[in-house]
């Protein structure tokens, strides 16, 4: 009976942390929607959203129901099943990277119990992520070739090239962040990073990998389809691209994916190579602050620094040039790759010159 409450308060408990992570990602998806649009206003000299709501804050609300109360238009030439369900697989590829994600460190209850703010710590957790990144492709491509249009196809397959090339040199990138960790586990990970500096050092990864950070940067760029690196959504010269037979909520959870992926991508980010809920003096608060307090300040530190990647992505959307697709091509296999091969081979050399040591 003991254990059978036990089991229980546990699922009861994974389900509250898995509820509240799903629903603040689409309200940070949703309102980084907003947010998009205002720093376009600001970088072009105009006003952005300010109708709906003080500020437009109730603008994304206002487009969530505009998507949901349009009309559902699956073309006729189109293979039914696969239409629906490249938009689905999109959104659930975006929504189950965050299972791996620390949000923030353990909480102990007066009791003794200890809550762990991280759906699953696995101890391939970084290959996870690799994985559920891969699948989200196929929701692009689904969604091309069902719809059975050739500016769609097209699109679609510019995305799975775009992806496959950037994938490798952003997985050589994280191969030596993992020479130097040795764990593929994101807690781990962040645990390493503890405070902000130790023993004469930087204790975050930006410190001893800026390379492999600068790699794994603009390879996002290019799995998020972000400008400048939008080639699959080009509107010059594919329309709409890879999502232009789709309507109402379909084309929502397109859209949506990109922004949860965009929130998901700039958490990992922040994990891996800023410290994750780290920040400097943290052993000093946490006496001051207690364990509860402390928990919500590791919390938000961990999203502030989100919000600061978030808005990076942002900038440089309305800032740089979309590229053409062959130049896409040529950085990635041309310069990513060779030079977080070149990054591999420095750290791999660091390391074993420090063990001799």
Known sequence: MLLLLIGLSFIIEKVILISVILMGSLGIAMYATWAERKVAAVMQDRRGPNRAGPFGIL??????????????????????????????????????????????????????????????????????????????????????????????????????????????????????????????????????????????????????????FLVFLVCSFAELNRAPFDLPEAESELNMGYHQEYSSMKLGFYLFAEYINMFVSSAIMATLFFGGYNFPFMDQVQVAAGPLFFTIICVMVLLTKVVGFILFFMFVRWTLPRFRYDQLMRLGWKSLIPLALVNMVITGAVILWTLKK
Request: proline share 4%; charged share 10%; with cysteine.
């Open 59 to 212: 603008q994304p609300l206002a487009d969530g129901l505009k998507l949901f109360m349009k009309e559902e238009i699956i073309p006729d030439s189109s293979t039914r099943f696969l239409f629906i369900l490249g938009p689905c697989l999109a959104m659930l590829t975006a929504l189950m990277t965050s299972a791996v994600v620390p949000w923030g460190p353990d909480y102990v209850t007066s009791s003794g119990h200890v809550v762990a703010l991280q759906v699953a710590d696995i101890n391939i957790g970084i290959l996870f992520i690799f994985g559920v990144v891969s699948l989200g492709v196929y929701g692009v491509m689904l969604g091309g070739w069902a719809s059975n249009n050739k500016f769609s196809l097209l699109s679609s397959i510019r995305a799975a090239s775009q992806a496959i090339s950037y994938e490798l040199a952003m997985g050589i990138s994280l191969i030596a962040l993992l020479m130097l960790t040795s764990t593929l586990s994101l807690r781990e990970i962040v645990g390493q990073q503890h405070g902000f500096w130790h023993d004469g050092y930087f204790t975050w990864n930006f410190f001893k990998q800026p390379i492999g």
